[in-house]
């Protein structure tokens, strides 16, 4: 008892001692860093203390604190102070020294018992590359200010200056974590330097990652077990580690509120973003009032008999009142049928700017959905909303996506949801909740693959026709896309000219032609367009842009033979179609050279159309064949499908072979898991006829190009001279066309003869007028002349005069 007070009584003798010798703040230091060394030196210390004033600064030299006591000095934030004091941290162990709150020295705990989490003490040694061989213990200082090695102001210097850092550090890594090793020793060094000379106290071990290694040092040191050092595990928990454990779920649920929200905006208008997420539902059709549309009936040209009775319908909600008082009713709904391009979509426009009633426009895939019973519920709303605004008119843009024919069942033996919107557009249109005055009209280029229901009277009680124009019509719509162009001449001359040198068009490629022109007028900076800028624009549209690829003297040369063998033979065959123009340029769409016929623009073909249609197909390989002594090449491919197509129809759908019969089997192109009507020895015995059509054709081919093979090679190489040949070229090449009654081709021929004349009696006009002006120009030069010999005669009598 007496011993433990005077040990007390030296300690207290010597931290008086240091006081006098140290400055308040070095002492401060002293105090919260190096109390547990102070305790540990204990009677030995305060007694060369209480002897010796100078102690206290020999042992501030002797420990190295005055240099640490000058740094901390010099340097005023904690975070300085914590990184010298973390130089010597050993290594391995540097996860052993948690933060002390308050910065105050830890209290030593009982012997054989771990102190309370957050008092426990840290070791803090020198490294071996200082070659120090001395260390110290005490409370370890934190770079946040809640460590004792900064004292008050530089914890909150320190605290102002780590702030921005964390907020960044908790969503990159784990820099918030104080417990950072600075320098680090090795385990052996550890061992050797430090447990062996029992200056190890105790250890905090963080995590459970420190085992059994101590236990057997301890033991290979003789160390009692009574004596092993005390272990303390803390388990430490980092906000910023558990925010990136969740951070895959926040970035996973954040990434489908975003797909959520477009798909709720972009859902055919019909979203409305990830608010109106349950709106989908509601009709994106689109109300359309007569103010907004530009087009009336007027610019569509070309399908007299579809505009009229587009029109008709207009006039039932023009006037109900006319055909009710007769008893009459609304037709419910008309289908605009017809290829692609030919003016379906123009009509319902036209309709909508004519119309003094409402119009609603929407599109067949509008109504289908990746939700169950999208589609329904807005083919409701869309009826809804038309009753509500009847009389009205609603079109709906190729309904074949919604009105397919219904299956017997799916494949996957699930709900159809496009079965679903179909059967409730068959109520909508025509069920007990039919709508009074509410005309649907509809547009669809494949009527063969719709619903039955949909097509009967009650529903669609009219299915009109766009088809193709004939020559008659393209010249009309010729007439209406040449309105706003720069002609070199009469819009009409055009039309007539253009109508005929473009069979099969329908009117969308029409237009496009009359843009294309314009385009070509352009790039050559012309003033005006001209007919040759629409031939060239033809030839853009049907065979694709002119390619610069150069083609070996033998290419050429072959292909120069091929198309010249396809000219002859549509040229001597009666019912071939007549050539037009021919070319060996390349094109854009892969093909070498083209050729451009004119078609008779008949319904019915006989079977010597048929025969002659593959004469003319066959005539490039045959002329190869007999030009090159039996070499052909691959340029007869797409030759040889359509000539294997049209042998297969007189087979198989016409019933064109007397060994078949009177025999259609016609192909199902949708349904490719179609059931054949007959056997496999009818099938073979149609393949062996298809060959022997196909083979008695191209005989008949080469026996034609044999007899006209002069005019095969005359023609050949006006083509290699020339690369284009036009009609004009052909005619006096070939001579003219021994056959008549293609009125098409008899109009063509007068306009191209009418269009040369004018040319001509331009041409002559212009020399005759060349010719005025220059004999006018002789004219005046010659009396000028005179004019100038009479004045200096009168000049030279008056001078002779005057000398006599």
């Known amino acids: 008892m007496m011993l433990a007070t005077s040990t007390r009584r030296l300690r207290r003798d010597a931290m008086q001692a240091m006081r006098k010798q140290c400055a308040p703040r070095q002492m401060h230091i002293l105090q919260q860093q190096f109390g547990s060394t102070l305790q540990r030196l204990g009677v030995n210390t305060a007694l060369h203390a209480q002897h010796h004033p100078m102690l206290a600064r020999q042992f501030l030299q002797t420990t190295r604190l005055h240099s640490f006591v000058r740094n901390a000095e010099k340097k005023e934030t904690v975070k300085d102070m914590w990184t010298w004091l973390s130089e010597n941290i050993p290594k391995g162990f540097g996860r052993f020294y948690p933060k002390n709150a308050g910065g105050k020295a830890p209290k030593s705990a009982p012997k054989g018992e771990a102190p309370p989490a957050g008092e426990s003490k840290t070791l803090s040694s020198k490294s071996a590359s200082n070659g120090s061989k001395g260390s110290n213990n005490g409370g370890s200082g934190s770079p946040f200010g809640s460590g004792g090695g900064g004292g008050g102001n530089g914890g909150k210097e320190g605290m102002a200056y780590m702030i921005p850092l964390a907020i960044a550090a908790l969503l990159l890594s784990d820099l918030a974590s104080v417990d950072k090793p600075m320098t680090e020793i090795t385990y052996q060094e550890f061992r050797n330097r430090l447990l062996e000379t029992g200056r190890v106290e105790k250890l905090v071990v963080v995590n ?36 990136i454990k969740f951070l895959p779920t926040i970035v996973l649920v954040g990434f489908l509120l975003m797909s959520m929200r477009g798909m709720g905006g972009g859902a055919g208008g019909g979203g409305g973003g990830i608010g109106n997420i349950f709106k989908v539902g509601k009709s994106p059709a689109k109300k359309i009032m007569k103010e907004d549309i530009k087009i009336t009936f007027k610019d569509v040209a070309g399908v007299d008999e579809a505009k009229k009775e587009i029109m008709e319908f207009v006039d039932f909600l023009r006037n109900q009142k006319r055909f009710t008082d007769l008893g009459a009713k609304i037709p419910k709904g008309a289908l605009l049928v017809g290829p692609p391009g030919t003016g379906k979509t123009l009509l319902a426009k036209a309709t909508a700017g004519e119309a003094s009633v409402p119009f609603f426009s929407i599109s067949g895939s509008d109504f289908i959905e990746m939700f169950v019973g999208v589609g329904p519920s807005r083919v409701r709303d869309l009826f809804r909303e038309a009753r509500a605004n009847s009389p009205c008119i609603v079109f709906i843009d190729e309904i074949d996506a ?201 319904a019915l073909h006989s079977r010597e159309a048929l025969v002659d249609m593959m004469c003319m197909a066959l005539g490039g390989r045959a002329s190869e064949f007999i030009n090159f002594d039996g070499r052909v ?90 690369e284009t040949i036009n009609h004009g070229d052909i005619v006096r090449v070939l001579g003219p066309r021994p056959f008549g009654g293609n009125k098409t081709y008899t109009e063509f021929v007068e306009e191209s003869w009418k269009e040369a004349d004018r040319y001509e009696a331009e041409k002559e006009a212009k020399k005759q007028q060349d010719d005025a002006q220059a004999a006018n120009a002789t004219a005046d030069e010659s009396a000028k002349q005179a004019k100038d010999e009479t004045t200096e005669g009168g000049e030279g009598e008056a001078t002779k005069k005057e000398d006599m």
């Open 633 to 722: 090449t691959t340029g007869a491919s797409d030759d040889l499908r359509r000539v294997t197509q049209i042998a297969y129809a007189m087979v198989q759908l016409y019933g064109m072979n007397d060994r078949v019969g009177q025999l259609a089997f016609p192909k199902d192109e949708s349904n490719p898991y179609q059931e054949k009507m007959y056997s496999e020895k009818t099938a073979q015995m149609m393949d062996e006829e298809v060959q022997k059509i196909v083979n008695e054709a191209y005989e008949r081919t080469k026996q034609l190009l044999n007899d006209k093979k002069n005019v095969l090679h005359d023609l050949a190489e006006e083509l290699l001279k020339n």
């Open 208 to 243: 459970n990652n420190f085992e059994r290694q101590l236990e057997h040092a301890q033991h290979q040191l003789g160390i009692q077990s009574r004596d092993y050092i005390p272990i303390q595990y803390v388990s430490e928990v980092s906000i910023t580690s558990e925010i």
């Open 402 to 602: 919604v009105a397919r024919a219904r299956s017997k069942g799916t494949f996957s033996g699930g709900n159809d949801e496009r079965e679903n919107t179909l059967n409730q557009l068959l109520v909508e249109m025509d069920g007990f909740n039919s709508s009074e005055g509410v005309v649907v009209l509809a547009g669809t280029n494949r009527v063969d693959i719709l619903d039955k229901a949909i097509l009967r009277p009650g529903r669609f009680d009219r299915q009109i026709t766009v088809d193709k124009p004939d020559i008659k019509g393209r010249r009309e719509i010729f007439k209406v896309h040449l309105k706003g162009l720069l002609l070199d001449g009469n819009v009409d001359d055009f039309a007539r000219r253009l109508a005929a040198l473009t069979p099969g068009f329908a009117g969308a490629e029409i237009a496009n032609i009359c843009n294309e022109a314009a385009i070509v007028a352009a790039r050559r900076s012309g003033t005006n367009i001209t007919f040759k800028d629409f031939e060239q624009a033809t030839d853009r549209v049907i065979g694709g842009l002119e390619t610069n690829r150069i083609m070996s003297p033998e290419e050429k040369k072959t292909v120069a033979y091929h198309e010249a063998g396809h000219a002859v033979a549509g040229w001597f065959l009666e019912h071939a179609d007549p050539l037009l123009k021919v070319t060996i340029v390349p094109r854009g769409k892969g093909s070498l050279g083209y050729a451009q016929y004119l078609p008779k623009e008949v």
